[in-house]
T-cell receptor, first 111, second 116 residues
């Protein structure tokens, strides 16, 4: 079993929809959680960084962490065609070098 | 944007030849990482550095070596390239003020390597 599981998609939604992207994990020691956006042939770009459980909002993006369920989510409101990309979740443990990544979910927002 | 530059951005080489990829940062971050990204596998850690001359192996380090002689530069070397090392290589940096694994990870634009 992988430490981090992420549905690869692709996920297609109409413009303006609310998008929900999710990752589950098995290691209860993870403390730091990240979401990245990666456009084709580009490097991953950090969108959200959270510590422990709870919600964090930044513009149209909301990151949610539920440590009791070992489940993290990224919500995108009012999705735009420019949001079409692959979204990667990542998590880490204090005191180790390990950042563990999901394999990414491909999102396509249709105009 | 984090100041991370990777070079070369694209390279085609032949099996058995040595290859060196360079990562240069202008952020003075302590931690630097080399990842490879392959379809179905996501990002996998090759090597990382926690300071000048301080490096260690990641999960897919066989066939790779690294060096860090200055804070700003982290080199990844394939001593004798093989076709299985065809991949996209990403450098990442982190300040991690509270210790390893605690800071945001910022990525470069990637180096696309093809080994024929």
């Amino acid at each position: 079993q992988k430490e981090v599981e992420q549905d690869p998609g692709p996920l297609s939604v109409p413009e303006g929809a609310i998008v929900s992207l999710n990752c589950t994990y098995s290691n209860s020691a993870f403390q730091y959680f990240m979401w990245y956006r990666q456009y084709s042939r580009k490097g991953p770009e950090l969108l959200m960084y959270t510590y422990s459980s709870g919600n964090k909002e930044d513009g149209r993006f909301t990151a949610q962490v539920d440590k009791s369920s070992k489940y993290i989510s990224l919500f995108i409101r009012d999705s735009q065609p420019s949001d079409s990309a692959t979204y990667l979740c990542a998590m880490s443990v204090s005191g180790t070098y390990k950042y563990i990544f999901g394999t990414g979910t491909r999102l396509k927002v249709l105009a | 944007d984090a100041g991370i530059t990777q070079s070369p951005r694209h390279k085609v080489t032949e099996t058995g030849t040595p290859v060196t990829l360079r990562c240069h940062q202008t952020e003075n971050h302590r931690y630097m990482y080399w990842y490879r990204q392959d379809p179905g596998h996501g990002l996998r850690l090759i090597h990382y550095s926690y300071g000048v001359k301080d490096t260690d192996k990641g999960e897919v380090s066989d066939g790779y070596s690294v060096s860090r002689s200055k804070t700003e530069d982290f080199l990844l070397t394939l001593e004798s390239a093989t076709s299985s090392q065809t991949s996209v290589y990403f450098c990442a940096i982190s300040e991690s003020p509270s210790g390893a694994g605690t800071g945001e990870l910022f990525f470069g634009e990637g180096s696309r390597l093809t080994v024929l």
